[in-house]
């Protein structure tokens, strides 16, 4: 009875993992005049589309156009931004748009090529007001929910089962 039990919570957990079909990705971006952008990037499974991005752009201001300096920060979130790449002629692989903070002071262009492994970040399709280029780039991976589930039933298995050889040994 116990590992059907069992083989039902993998089921579950295997489920939760396949349920949840988007990417999610912790981008961090640092542009020539010193400014960074941290953000959560909520991708489609293929990568073609972002569902959502979710940010700060530190140095700039939200009532002020340009780069401010230190202690400055400009949230940026934008839910299904259109991707426009299809439109300019930068190819079939490139996700591209243009996202505003939310008194429209600066605009912040957000690019990525992508292949079936992931997203690469270029200069080339990122900047902030047209005129601050991106230096670097860093993008990491956040776990699925049902991996995380799966790792998690997994070590209960594995306590039960040395509980259970544990007792056995004692009785035995």
């Known amino acids: 009875m116990r590992s059907r039990s069992l083989i039902a919570l993998t089921a579950a957990a295997l489920v939760a993992g396949v349920a949840h079909a988007d990417v999610v990705d912790n981008i961090s971006l640092m542009y020539q005049s010193g400014a960074t952008f941290d953000a959560t990037l909520d991708l489609s499974n293929d990568f073609s ?8 752009l530190n140095g700039y201001d939200p009532t002020m156009f340009g780069f401010q300096g230190t ?3 400009d949230p940026i979130s934008v839910a299904f931004p259109v991707n426009v790449a299809p439109y300019t002629g930068l190819g079939p692989n490139i996700f591209f748009t243009t996202v505003t903070d939310g008194g429209y002071s600066n605009f912040l262009d957000f690019g990525y090529s992508f292949d079936s ?7 080339l399709y990122n900047d902030v007001n047209y005129i601050d280029p991106l230096l670097s780039a860093s993008v990491t991976s956040v776990p699925e929910p049902g991996t995380v589930a799966l790792l998690a039933l997994g070590l209960f298995g594995l306590a039960a089962t040395r509980r259970r050889w544990t007792l056995n040994a004692s009785l035995g």
């Open 117 to 123: 492994s992931g997203i690469t970040l270029d200069p």
């Open 49 to 56: 589309s972002v569902v959502s991005l979710n940010g700060t």
């Open 71 to 73: 202690g400055f920060t």
